[in-house]
């Protein structure tokens, strides 16, 4: 089943634009529309991507965490907006 036309992410700038584009890697390899190389570049990429996450959410954590002791760290990230590019 292809990705719609206008689900597809040209630009990851988010976080939730990289998520998107590793489902949309995801479903392009089930489908057979790239090669094992390409997938497996990709899967390397994506492994970097999810130690980012893993990091964003341990932000979030830290944020939440000071919040309960009434420390203001203002925002520092919010979840699938952490900016990967300019």
């Not at 206008?6 to 990851?12: A, K």
């Not at 965490?65 to 900016?83: F, R, T, Y």
């Amino acid at each position: 089943m292809p990705i719609p036309k206008q689900d597809e992410v040209q630009n990851p700038l988010t976080t939730g634009d990289a998520r998107r584009l590793m489902l949309q890697t995801i479903c392009q390899i089930r489908d057979d529309e790239i090669g094992i190389e390409k997938a497996t570049a990709m899967a390397d990429s994506m492994r970097e991507v999810t130690n980012l996450l893993k990091a964003e959410v341990a932000l979030m954590k830290i944020q939440l965490q000071a919040k309960s002791q009434g420390i203001d760290l203002g925002d520092l990230v919010e979840m699938g907006k952490a900016i990967i590019a300019k």
